[in-house]
């Protein structure tokens, strides 16, 4: 809502020094979230006055016609003799009164204004546009002062309204009333303490003015107040006067004509929308209704609708003519012959505006209004303020009638404990606060239990005040929000983070202490990523959910896994020129639940909810499992004056796995898989030991090489990717382990199996043929060629032998190690090389 | 006493005589000091001070000598021995020292040499300024509470006091998700960390003391100061006999903890459906402390010479909320807030510019390593 402070100080008498910004700062503390304060015209200075046109000398032989005008502008030019001035604009004759800088002025922009020869002439000055006044937008021409606006030399600051501050107010949804000069006025004027005038004080007709036009309201659930004013003999032609248009610029309103704008001009001030009808297309009586099924409207904006059951719409005879509270029908639209205007008032159903506005995509400053809430009881002054205008600046002659549908039940007082805003704000309010502050915003306010409990019936412009702590808020922030204390609060003792929580943490440590750079990357894929990573028709990952309202429609998915995320940040590292890239995420993914039903329940908010109704609220949300991603490409360790480096490979992604389990207490184990998008040879499955067997946690290894070209990624990038949740589960709380301090026995094994064993399994094998005597295991040399058989290769492992209590003999040790390669040697085939 | 000893060898006694030995022992103390190098002294080792050296061959001769001539002679051959090992373990501290000195002057490296064989990674800035903040209520007692993304409506709108037509629901920009037919699915892109208030009351007893760092979304197109995926951290107390001022306590809590002590802050009055009263946060900026403000000469980039910069919004619990939670409100009472991870880090390291939070650009990330 953009408010000019002239315009408030008509109705809060405000201290004649207060500036627009101090007031912005009062407003602010009061609640009132001013954006900006715009010093309109602050720019503009040096004489601009009231001028008449004496005579006007048209020059020819230019490439348009120009005017060499003499202009009076009594003494403001010092010598009291007329201006000359040229001018471009057309649109004045001998006689008009305009408005003249004259040398010397600065017009916005930084324009100045000064005496120069132009078409041959001296022009003493420049005969001023509303545009080049910044007053408002008009391309028509200079602006034509109405005869008697001023003498010829005045100062044409002051009446014009040249200067003047603008505020723009964000306004909060519970604070409709302040989409109105009025509300604004009212908050400012108790901010400062000062008298507030209420611009809905009008001479109102009598309560039994019958005979208005005829209406009816279906329900009183769609609107509660229906009023009608009419007026008739209205002048079409009859212009909106300069301040009306002033004014209404500075709210960002444009000029139509003279009846549009008067409605406007009452929305603005009072916060009330109003529409007006070309009486005479209007046919037959006013009926307010809800919509049937199937019927049809054209609009103000030339769009055919098509109505629904929950629109209120207005209608004659002929069928739907506006759409209540949004936006009027074109058949019945004011035009330029227009001289009986029917103007309505209404209080329409903020829940059903809020509805059709949306279901027909129009916001306009009606809605906006009726969706939070309008003053239930303006109409009337509302209505009538407009005819009066329309009798005053366009002639029209008001009708005797009224029609006032008034549907709308008392409101009920609300009990409010006196202490109650005392008591949320913690600060210690002298009895009686509340009530005067209550009574400020416009409550009436009764005592009971011997003033302990107030009684406090809202104002009809606030329908947001409607539980205590509604009313303690507008105490308290009177009170000012700055004179609340700082006390700490005081927690019991907590528990500190959750293992979770501790391992995310330590993960991420973990990562990045690994050389991994952490990203957080958007969550929402497209079908092509999934194409990207190959997945097959029946992969689980393609079971996504799809947002409604994606902002780009080519990823309206969300992820499954987080491999496409990083991999375009890869890929736009390695595009700015960095090569080595490792990366890491963690973040959540989105599986639809099996069996979810197709809507996730709404409950009641009245009450807490049942263990029943919560778990079928969980059971249609998705299953958001935490993963784990890793992605690396180039080389993991860069060349240098030491040597060449070393690529990044499958071995590393498999790393980075190791290290997530690491921070978790997890033992991974790898095993041989083949899953998109990996490369299928170079792909590990996995596992960590639960409590009935190995359980699947995830995949790393080099990408396919179809997948690296469809994310346009280095050869040979390599990937992980791990739910996090499984793993955190795996992990078991570290026990002492007992420290040796007897003499090891160190042997080492070559062992020769088919070269498709894995040599993860011959470890195992080992680990469980040498018994608890065995250390550690090592495996230090992988070897083929000319000195196994074709098809074969060797592993060199070096056992480490301890025991806890003693130190092991000879024949110990060379038994543990027979029985550690027998072992191998059945489970693997492996033989001992020679 | 015996007769004097007839049968021994002069040859014998002359090895044993005063000035042989001494004779030696010159020799000796001559050869270690012109032993040049190690294994020249390893020479001279062997020969003055060896098995068969001549002090050790005098040395045992002493056995010949008649009883009390021996006394005598074992003093001193012995000294000659002692002074000769004392001399050869000097030089040779001497020479190892000499040698240690030399070898090491070879061995000397350039340590300027670069050694980045391996690349160092990070954790991002959002990550680790949202651990920060969460420790700073950590610190004071809170636990930290979580909630999902993917959420349904009710937690975050309904029990949040947003009724389903009125603007304030509407205005959230909100994702919807929809149902596996593609109608209604009655889920949404949490808008906000505020369900997770919910989530804690009904899951955890009262007392609640939590917050709750996460992951928001939004429709916002992504520019410099917006994004469509952001980061919350609720805060919410619910407990018997809280009011506003703990909540600007707590507030007091967190601006100090993260900016530095002393800083003022200022609560506006605004309105969310959830808090009732409800105030937006702002804190002097803790660059120019005001300072800037009014003054053209030295504007303030960090709060556009405003003074203040506002880090998020809170409020007295709504009531409604209590009940929705099936909380009594008339026992209990509480607040909550709701902090701005990504402008917490903007104004905390100068950070310009969304973009660089949101594209994992390697440099950026890593310019704030492991902690911040």
Do not use: K, L, N
């Given at each position: 809502m953009r408010v000019p402070v002239s315009w408030l100080r008509e109705y809060a008498a405000l201290p004649a020094g207060v500036t627009a910004r101090e007031l912005a700062a009062r407003l602010i503390a009061v609640g009132l979230e001013v954006e900006t304060v715009d010093e309109l015209g602050a720019d503009i200075t040096g004489p601009v006055v009231v001028g008449r046109v004496l005579a006007i000398e048209e020059l020819t032989g230019f490439k348009k016609p120009i005017r060499y005008c003499r202009v009076d502008v009594g003494a403001a030019n010092g010598s009291g003799d007329p201006q000359n001035i040229i001018c471009g604009a057309r649109n004045f004759s001998e006689g008009d009164l305009v408005v003249v800088a004259l040398p010397g002025a600065v017009l916005p922009g930084g324009f100045a204004i000064g005496a120069r020869k132009t078409y041959g002439r001296m022009s003493e000055g420049m005969i001023c546009s509303a545009t080049e006044l910044s007053l408002w937008e008009d391309h028509e021409g200079i602006i034509v002062l109405p005869e008697g606006f001023a003498e010829p030399g005045t100062d044409a600051f002051e009446p014009l309204g040249l200067r003047d501050d603008v505020l723009d107010i964000a306004v909060t949804p519970d604070r409709g009333y302040a989409l109105s000069v009025r509300g604004v006025a009212r908050e400012a004027a108790a901010a400062y303490g000062v008298e507030f005038r209420d611009p809905a004080d009008v001479a109102l007709?009598?309560?039994?003015?019958?005979?208005?036009y005829p209406a009816s309201v279906a329900d009183a659930a769609i609107c509660s107040r229906y009023v009608l004013r009419g007026v008739t003999g209205f002048d079409p032609d009859a212009p909106t006067p300069l301040w009306m248009k002033r004014r209404l610029a500075m709210t960002g309103v444009r000029s139509v004509s003279l009846a549009v704008d008067v409605t406007n001009y009452v929305m603005m001030e009072l916060g009330q929308p109003l529409h007006a009808w070309d009486r005479a297309r209007v046919r037959g009586p006013i009926e307010v209704r809800a919509a049937h099924r199937g019927e049809r409207l054209e609009t103000l904006d030339h769009v055919k609708r098509t109505l629904d059951p929950d629109d209120i719409l207005i209608t004659d005879e002929s069928g739907p003519i506006n759409i209540a509270g949004v936006m009027g029908g074109l058949d019945t639209e004011i035009g330029l012959e227009t001289t009986d205007v029917l103007i309505e008032a209404a209080h329409f159903d903020a829940a059903h505006i809020a509805r059709s506005s949306r279901r027909h995509q129009l916001s306009s400053e009606s809605s906006r209004r009726f969706e939070r809430g309008v003053d239930s009881a303006v109409q009337l002054a509302a209505a009538t303020r407009a005819v009066l205008l329309l009798e005053e600046l366009g002639g029209a002659v008001v009708d005797e009638g009224v029609t006032h549908i008034d549907l709308g039940a008392a409101r009920q007082p609300v009990a409010l404990a006196e202490r109650h805003a005392a008591r949320v704000a913690g600060v210690d309010y002298p009895k009686g606060t509340s009530a005067r502050r209550l009574r400020e915003v416009g409550c009436e306010v009764a005592e009971a239990d011997g003033g302990d409990t107030l009684l406090v019936t809202p104002p009809s412009w606030r329908p947001d005040l409607g539980d205590p702590n509604d009313l303690a808020e507008e105490v308290i922030r009177l009170e000012g929000y700055e004179n609340i204390p700082s006390v700490p609060p005081r927690a019991p003792a907590g528990r500190g983070l959750t293992s979770g929580q501790r391992l995310r943490r330590a993960v991420g440590r973990g990562l990045a202490g690994a050389g991994f750079v952490e990203v957080l990357s958007y969550p929402f894929l497209g079908e092509r990523d999934l194409d990207g990573l190959q997945l097959g028709a029946e992969d689980a990952r393609r079971r996504t959910l799809r947002l409604a309202n994606p902002l780009n429609d080519d990823e309206p998915l969300l992820r499954t896994t987080l491999l496409p995320g990083l991999l375009k940040a890869l890929a736009r590292n390695v595009g700015r020129g960095f090569g080595d890239v490792a990366l890491f995420e963690t973040g959540l993914v989105y599986l639809p639940r099996e069996g979810a039903p197709e809507r996730a329940p709404m409950l009641a908010v009245d009450r807490g909810p049942t263990g029943e109704e919560l778990a079928a609220v969980e059971a249609a949300i998705p299953e958001q499992p935490r993963h784990v991603g890793a992605v690396l490409a180039g080389d993991r360790e860069p060349a240098g004056w030491w040597g060449p480096g070393r690529p990044a490979t499958w071995a590393d992604a498999i790393e980075a796995a190791r290290e997530v389990a690491h921070a978790a207490g997890a033992e991974l184990v790898v095993r041989a898989a083949r899953r998109e998008p990996w490369h299928p040879g170079r792909c590990a499955a996995l596992y960590v030991a639960g409590a009935e067997g190995a359980v699947l946690v995830g995949h790393a290894g080099e990408l396919h090489p179809r997948t690296v070209a469809a994310f346009g990624l280095p050869a040979r990038t390599a990937a992980m990717e791990l739910v996090l949740d499984l793993v955190e589960r795996a992990g078991v709380r570290a026990a002492a382990p007992e420290v040796s301090t007897y003499p090891v026995a160190t042997r080492d094994v070559a062992l020769v199996v088919d070269?498709?064993?894995?040599a993860g399994e011959v470890e195992a094998a080992l680990r469980e043929g040498a018994g608890e005597l065995l250390e550690s295991v090592r495996l230090f040399d992988v070897y083929t060629g000319e000195q196994v058989e074709e098809g074969r290769k060797s592993l060199a492992y070096a056992l480490r032998f301890r025991a806890a209590d003693r130190t092991l003999t000879a024949e110990e040790v060379a038994a543990a190690r027979a029985a550690a390669v027998a072992a191998a040697a059945e489970r693997t085939g492996a033989v001992l090389r020679g | 006493m015996s007769a004097p000893n007839n049968s021994f060898d002069p040859v014998e006694v002359t090895a044993l005589h005063p000035d042989e030995v001494a004779r030696m022992r010159e020799e000796a103390l001559a050869a270690i000091a012109a032993a040049g190098d190690l294994a020249r002294l390893k020479e001279v080792r062997l020969a003055h001070a060896g098995d068969r050296s001549p002090l050790a061959l005098a040395n045992r001769e002493i056995g010949a000598l008649p009883p009390a001539a021996r006394s005598e002679a074992g003093k001193r051959v012995g000294g000659a021995r002692r002074d000769v090992s004392e001399a050869l373990k000097r030089r040779q501290a001497e020479l190892e020292e000499e040698r240690d000195a030399r070898v090491l002057v070879e061995e000397a490296v350039d340590v300027t040499l670069p050694w980045d064989r391996r690349h160092r990674g990070a954790r991002h800035p959002l990550t680790t300024v949202a651990e920060r903040m969460a420790d700073i209520f950590v610190g004071m007692g809170f636990e930290v509470a979580e909630g999902p993304e993917v959420e349904a409506e009710w937690f975050n709108f309904d029990a949040l006091n947003f009724l389903p037509d009125h603007p304030a629901r509407t205005m959230q920009d909100t994702f919807f998700v929809e149902s596996a037919a593609g109608g209604d699915s009655g889920l949404v892109l949490r808008t906000h960390t505020s369900p997770v208030q919910v989530r804690a009351l009904l899951g955890r007893e009262l007392p609640v003391y939590v917050v709750a760092p996460g992951r928001t979304f939004r429709t916002d197109e992504l520019d410099a100061t917006h994004s469509p995926v952001f980061h919350q951290l609720e805060g919410m107390v619910v407990d018997e006999g809280i009011t506003m001022a703990h909540l600007r306590g707590a507030i007091d809590a967190f601006v100090s903890g993260m900016f530095g002590s002393g800083l003022r802050t200022r609560f506006r009055p605004s309105y969310f459906?959830?808090?009732?009263p409800s105030a937006e946060v702002d804190m002097e900026c803790f660059v120019c402390r005001g300072a800037s403000v009014g003054d053209p000469d030295a504007p303030c980039r960090t709060c556009g010479s405003e003074g203040w910069i506002e880090i998020g919004g809170c409020g007295v619990m709504n009531p409604r909320v209590l009940v929705a939670a099936g909380v009594d409100p008339e026992r209990y009472s509480g607040w909550a807030f709701g902090l701005g991870v990504e402008r917490t880090l903007m104004f905390a390291h100068g950070v310009r510019d969304m973009h660089d939070m949101v594209e994992g650009d390697v440099r950026f990330t890593s310019a704030f390593g492991m902690e911040i």
């Open positions: 007709p009598a309560a039994d003015a019958a005979g208005g070269a498709a064993v894995p | 459906p959830f808090t009732e």
